[in-house]
């Protein structure tokens, strides 16, 4: 293994730069940070914007790649709650390692008194009874990535060496988007997500296996390093997919489709966000 795919003072070195670098440039206020996966990047429309840092200012972080995530850090206020908004992601399969895909957020976990992560993303749904254009509250995750951003030396100030993962989505959490969702009138699925590392879809075979062990109700190529960092860290993590496309019916998947497909969540999206946000500080 690389010294560049594991933690080590080097990286710990980086973080501690990345950390000092947004400290003097941010607020302190937010409590809450917002990770806007493919195609969610609209919410930040919803965000009254104090501040912009561009990821490829940030210092040892780098742009992200990707259409659809516009690699740009946020902090200003939702409903008058203060928030930060990762307005997209790095993705490992950019050619990056899971240490690398995190360093902003171990970052702003290492700056700032966050105390909520709200991951999103668009995934494929599994679940026979999902449809395109569902948010699915994520209960749990599968790591089909088969790497870990925890890899290497352990920073005992981050976090435990072995950090337990029963319960790495709150319950609570997931509870208190439920009651907003009915509030609103936003239905929220619920189910395992399964991440992949990409960037190729899921073949034929690898979707009628996963159907088969029904361990996953939508697969992804993002979140887990993100939220297994949050934890690490003792954050508590709300996870939301967007179901993007329905791998249960046999059809080409693209990204394109992927980011058309996001139109028809923006807007619940958003409303839930902006309503659920002020009950989790």
């Known amino acids: 293994m690389r010294q560049a795919d594991r933690v080590s003072d080097e990286y710990i070195a980086r973080i501690e730069d990345a950390a000092k670098f947004l400290a003097e440039r941010l607020d302190s206020t937010p409590k809450i940070l917002v990770i806007a996966g493919s195609g969610l990047g ?6 009254t914007v ?29 409903n008058n709650t203060p928030v930060f908004v990762m307005n997209g992601r790095r993705h490992l399969y950019e050619g990056i390692s899971p240490q690398q895909s ?5 970052a702003l976990l290492a700056a700032f008194p966050v105390q909520v992560v709200i991951i999103s993303n668009a995934a494929g749904g599994l679940n026979p009874k999902f449809q395109v254009g569902d948010l699915m509250l994520i209960s749990d995750h599968i790591n089909w990535m088969f790497t870990n951003p925890l890899i290497g030396k352990n920073a005992q100030e981050w976090g435990p060496r072995f950090p337990d993962a029963s319960e790495l989505y709150s319950q609570e959490l997931r509870q208190k988007a439920k009651r907003v969702g009915l509030e609103v009138g ?22 009628h296996m996963l159907r088969a062990i029904h361990g996953a109700d939508a697969v992804g190529m993002s979140t887990v390093p993100e939220t297994l960092v ?12 967007f ?18 497909n996001a139109g028809l969540v923006e807007e619940k999206f958003t409303k839930l966000l902006t309503a659920l946000i002020p009950h989790l500080t």
């Open 230 to 241: 949050a934890n690490h860290m003792g954050r508590r993590v709300l996870g939301i997919s």
């Open 102 to 106: 995190t360093l902003l957020l171990r």
């Open 186 to 207: 936003v239905l929220l699925r619920e189910g395992v997500y399964l991440g992949g590392l990409g960037p190729s879809y899921e073949t034929r075979a690898e979707v």
């Open 50 to 78: 104090e501040k912009t840092i561009s990821y490829s200012d940030v210092p040892h972080f780098g742009a992200s790649t990707v259409a659809g995530h516009a690699g740009v850090l946020v902090q200003g206020a939702v």
């Open 243 to 260: 179901i993007s496309n329905l791998l249960t019916v046999p059809a080409v998947t693209t990204h394109e489709e992927v980011m058309e």
């Open 42 to 47: 609209g919410f930040v429309r919803s965000v």
